[in-house]
């Protein structure tokens, strides 16, 4: 159980386009799910927190206009990286919290976003 | 600001128990420690969580010092396949129970 699938698992886009990345929980039901980013040989940069019905919260230093949260589900969360340039170039990684009360994440395989 | 501090590398060889230290010394009363690992290009993968009290899981075993400030993952066997990045993270007790990554301990298995 507590699978998280996320799709697709790589893209290359060319800069100035939209990319939309799906993170979806297959086998549980989820409230919240957040989103990641890592660079090259860095830990995993928490991006924002989306919560179904209702508008994400994003961390400090993060553009909501150009990472878009839609959680239109229990079951998935969106995130478009608008007007992609090169340093948005990244591995986005989603979670779903499960909501017991250990309140654990489990993650998506991750997604390698290039844009050229 | 990631509230724990590990290690940046270790390496451990084939077989032998592995011992992965984590400092949390500003931990509170109700925030859990977590533990993930992360194998190269893939999400962080959860191994085990506690409290107060050790546990013990088919992957890993946690030791929680008395004073909660520090923990020790165990892996009793390690293999190959455990070279991975491991994460050991303190969850806020409520909210949205956000993790905040810290830099991680490297774990190579040696054959």
């Known amino acids: 159980g507590a699978v998280v699938s996320q799709h697709p698992s790589r893209v290359i886009c060319k800069s100035g386009t939209s990319v939309k990345i799906e993170c979806r929980s297959l086998d549980f039901q989820a409230t919240t799910m957040f989103w990641y980013r890592q660079f090259p040989k860095q830990s995993l940069m928490l991006m924002a927190t989306s919560n179904e019905g209702s508008k994400a919260t994003y961390e400090q230093g993060v553009e909501k206009d150009k990472f878009l949260i839609n959680h239109a589900s229990l079951t998935l969360s969106t995130l478009t990286v608008t007007s992609a340039h090169p340093e948005d170039s990244s591995f986005y990684i989603c979670?779903?919290?499960?909501?017991?009360?250990?309140?654990?994440?489990?993650f998506g395989p991750g997604t390698r976003l290039t844009v050229t | 600001d990631a509230k724990t501090t590990q290690p940046p590398s270790m390496d451990c060889a084939e077989g032998r128990a592995a011992n992965l230290p984590c400092n949390h010394s500003t931990i509170s009363g109700n925030e859990y420690v977590y533990w993930y690992r992360q194998i190269h290009s893939q999400g962080p993968q959860y191994i085990i969580h506690g409290l107060k009290n050790n546990e013990t899981n088919e992957m890993a075993s946690l030791i929680i010092t008395e004073d909660r400030k520090s923990s020790t993952l165990i892996l009793p066997h390690a293999t190959l396949r455990d070279t991975a990045v491991y994460y050991c993270i303190v969850r806020p007790p409520s909210g949205t129970y956000k993790y905040i990554f810290g830099t991680g301990t490297r774990l190579k298995v040696l054959a």
């Open positions: 979670s779903a919290r499960v909501d017991t009360s250990v309140h654990e994440q489990y």
